[in-house]
Structure formats: C-alpha cells, structure tokens
C-alpha cells in the first residue's frame, strides 16, 4: 500500500488550491478514504471521509469550503480547498479507511496559508 | 462531538520499563479507539484498534486496554525506538476526534 500526497504550497487567505493523493497497492475503489490535518507542532485532526460509494463526511470546521471526491479510474483522492484561512495551515494526509480506522497514511503535504 | 482527554502530555522513561499512556472520552464510546504513534517528521503509524486489538506487524509489547469512557496503552519493555508521540483516536462516531497526544522520551 502507497499513498504519496501532492498539491500543497503557499496560497493567501481567501484562495483556493487542490490536493490529489495518489494510492497504490490495492484496489482503492474497494475503500474509503480520509484526509487528516496536523497542523505545525500540534495535533492530528480529521477533515473529511469519502466513501467507496461517495459518500462523504466533513469536518463542521471545512463544511462548506473543502470538497473530497475520487477518481477511481485514476486511484487518486483530491481534496479541494477554498476559502483558505490562515488556520487551515497544516500537514494534509490522506490515510485509507480500514473498518472505520486509519490503517495506511500518506506522508503528507505542506499547505500554509499567508498573506 | 465527543472530546478526548490524553494524559501525561509528555513522559519520560528508561529502556526496558513500562509506561502507560491513558484517554478519557466526554461519552461513552464503545471500544471504538484506536491509538497511533508518531515519530518526528513521519506520519502515523497504525498500533492498535478497538481499544485492544494488535495491528498486524506490531510488537507484541504494545498492549491496550480499557471500556466505556477510560483507555489506556500499555508498553512493556521499552525499547530506543519506541521513543515517539502517542495519539488516541476515537471513531465511534463523526467527526473523529484525537487526543492531544503523549510525548515520550526515552532517557
């Protein structure tokens, strides 16, 4: 199993930017996945899960400016993010579900948000 | 949503003891906790999943315990490379909620 997380940078506040994770070493369509944030020198927090049929679950803290959907055909997951604030700042993994925990993670990316 | 308290935020321990490391969640969460280790600059490691159970490939001095609202990790005969940050997670129910984590040090 290989997850390797891409699309991070610098954006100001009020921008947009777009994360893929690309996974491998297993059939992704068979599964759920989830991005997890670590925010610099703090700890983990869950940002949203997308099911293998779609489905999809936020964080109240990204509802409604972050978007995670697939592309099985591509075995990536993206994660759209808008409305950036300054506290969206953080490590972003992708981490696959296995029967509703985390069971492989990505590296993570980078994204910081400033001015 | 369900916060998780962890405690100590830090601890330090010589090879070859044991430590525990606890999690208090504000309900009742049904078994459903994992906990993660996390060592600088990676990204966490899978350890066990509902409250007890071992995940595959992890030393079998990794034991974790607990019911109801109280958990606890247990590692027994530290070794070097155990030094790292601990986290607790819940997944009973969304959103997801982590402890804020144990640092421990190896002396």
């Known amino acids: 199993v290989q997850l390797v997380e891409s699309g991070g940078g610098l954006v100001q506040p009020g921008k947009s930017l777009k994360l893929s994770c690309s996974a491998s070493?297993?059939?992704?369509?068979?599964?759920?996945m989830h991005w997890i944030r670590q925010a610099p020198g703090k700890g983990l927090d869950w940002v949203a899960y997308i099911s293998s049929s779609s489905g999809t679950v936020y964080a109240d803290a990204v509802k409604g400016r972050f978007t995670i959907s697939r592309d099985n055909a591509k075995n990536t997951l993206y994660l759209q993010l808008n409305s950036l604030k300054s506290e969206d700042t953080a490590i972003y993994y992708c981490?696959?579900?296995?029967?509703?925990?985390?069971?492989?993670w990505g590296q993570g990316v980078m994204v910081t948000v400033s001015s | 949503d369900i916060q998780m308290t962890q405690s100590p935020a830090s601890l330090s321990a010589s090879l070859g003891e044991t430590v525990s490391i606890e999690c208090l969640a504000s309900e009742d969460i049904y078994n459903n906790l994992a906990w993660y280790q996390q060592k600088p600059g990676k990204s966490p490691q899978f350890l066990i999943y509902y409250a007890s159970s071992l995940q595959d490939g992890v030393p079998s001095r990794f034991s974790g315990s607990g019911s109801g609202t109280q958990y606890s990790l247990k590692i027994n005969s530290l070794e070097s490379e155990d030094a790292a940050t601990y986290f607790c997670l819940q997944d009973s129910e969304y959103p997801y909620t982590f402890g804020a984590g144990t640092k421990l040090e190896l002396k």
């Open positions: 981490a696959r579900d296995w029967e509703l925990y985390f069971d492989y």
């Open positions: 070493g297993f059939t992704f369509s068979s599964y759920g």
